[in-house]
């Protein structure tokens, strides 16, 4: 039992370490959770410090910021297609994608300047007077004209809508990735493996879409993602993070079928389990009415927590928190209470972190250092390379340019 939240994960991290530095294989260790965000939290500070960390997450692809930016653009060019010059607030975000390096003060000038002359009763949008000022001689040898990245940006826009109407979805998808910037973006990521896997997910779920529908278009692209998020259906992805020789990280859900030599069976509260199913909200209903579905709920928990619980073959450390960071007060979860009462033997063991210790813990999320990416792309390319041949067409690109060789291959 530990007091707060944030001293249930120092007091994990600080028994990690230690057995990691007995000689213990990271991947003998495990750090089981009921909530994915409890384990993004434990993961962040074990990145920070120094820890490896492995861990699967299953994400929703249309709620990830990088994908969201994808989707905008789509909307935006299927928008200009239907109705030209009429995506002007869209396109004033997606010049702020720092796919385009755009100076946001050059952005402001543009719609300044554009807003002045609608006012002044003049027919104009953002993608006119782009297109405009791109296009625009220069006035005399010291104008140097419209900012390169806003002429840029044109350039790919105007390309990108006249390609609507004339390749298939799949490849204006492949056009946006190449020409809109977004590969070589994501090349000079430091997130570039996680980038990567998400926008590979994407295109799957288009190619999949067309295969359905060979005849689909952006049109009816955009229609499924917007039904898709107002009905609020997923678009799942498994996503993977770190090193698989690091300390896993795992939900009880994810955990199923695993073992390990050392267990943490973290945050073991009623506010994460069996709480958060309870029926009703802001009045209180007969218990009579949900008497048989509490019931089966509890079991499902019953046989969750249980899974979670049998997944350690020698070492098991449950724990929760008294109070979360806050100071409201919370409640272990009921396991908790018929475990102690079913086993007299076990009894809960306070645990206290110091002063000291949980203000290094804390202070680690504001020490800056940069993500560990190099063991991660190392995996990422062993995987890429357990089904490679090396053909004579191969050897001739590696011959040819070994860097063009490694990007298409």
């Not at 027919?123 to 405009?132: A, G, V």
């Not at 278009?217 to 799942?236: A, F, H, V």
């Not at 009880?252 to 050392?262: I, T």
């Not at 504001?366 to 993500?371: D, E, I, L, S, V």
């Amino acid at each position: 039992e530990y007091n707060a939240v944030k001293e249930e994960m120092a007091g994990i991290t600080q028994k990690v370490a230690a057995l990691l530095s007995e000689g213990i294989a990271p991947g003998r260790i495990a750090i089981i959770y009921k909530e994915n965000k409890y384990g993004e939290e434990l993961a962040a500070y074990f990145r920070l410090k120094g820890l490896p960390v492995y861990s699967k997450r299953s994400i929703n692809l249309l709620e990830d910021p990088f994908i969201s930016k994808l989707v905008t653009l789509l909307r935006y060019l299927a928008s200009e297609h239907d109705t030209p010059y009429g995506g002007d607030e869209m396109l004033f975000e997606i010049l702020h994608y720092d796919f385009y390096t755009i100076p946001p003060i050059e952005i402001a000038k543009l719609t300044v300047e554009v807003n002045t002359k609608k006012y002044g009763g003049e027919q104009t949008s953002i993608r006119k007077m782009l297109s405009d000022k791109a296009n625009e001689p220069a006035k005399n040898l010291f104008d140097t004209g419209l900012n390169a990245g806003l002429k840029n940006a044109s350039s790919i826009i105007e390309s990108l809508v006249a390609d609507v109407p004339n390749v298939t979805l799949q490849q204006l998808f492949e056009n946006i990735i190449q020409k809109a910037g977004v590969l070589p973006y994501i090349m000079q990521h430091p997130k570039k493996i996680a980038f990567m896997q998400l926008l590979t997910a994407f295109f799957d779920f288009i190619k999949e879409e067309t295969s359905r529908n060979p005849f689909l278009t952006l049109e009816g692209l955009i229609n499924i993602i917007d039904l898709m998020e107002s009905e609020t259906i997923p678009l799942p992805m498994q996503q993977v993070s770190g090193s698989d020789k690091g300390v896993n990280l795992l939900t009880a859900h994810g955990s199923k079928g695993l073992e390990f030599e050392y267990v943490f069976f973290a945050g073991v509260n009623a506010s994460s389990w069996e709480k958060k199913r309870k029926p009703g909200g802001g009045y209180k209903l007969p218990d009579t009415m949900f008497s048989q579905a509490t019931a089966r709920d509890d079991e499902e928990l019953r046989r969750l927590f249980y899974v979670a619980l049998t997944r350690a073959e020698m070492h098991l450390y449950i724990s929760y928190a008294r109070y979360k960071n806050d100071g409201k007060e919370m409640e272990p979860s009921m396991f908790i209470a018929e475990i102690l009462e079913e086993h007299t033997a076990i009894s809960a063991e306070k645990v206290v972190v110091s002063a000291e210790d949980l203000f290094a813990f804390q202070s680690l999320q504001f020490t800056a250092q940069a993500p560990e990416i190099d063991k991660a792309e190392e995996d990422f390319v062993a995987r890429l390379l357990e089904k490679f041949v090396m053909n004579v067409t191969a050897l001739n690109s590696y011959l040819k340019c070994p860097l063009q060789f490694y990007y298409q291959n």
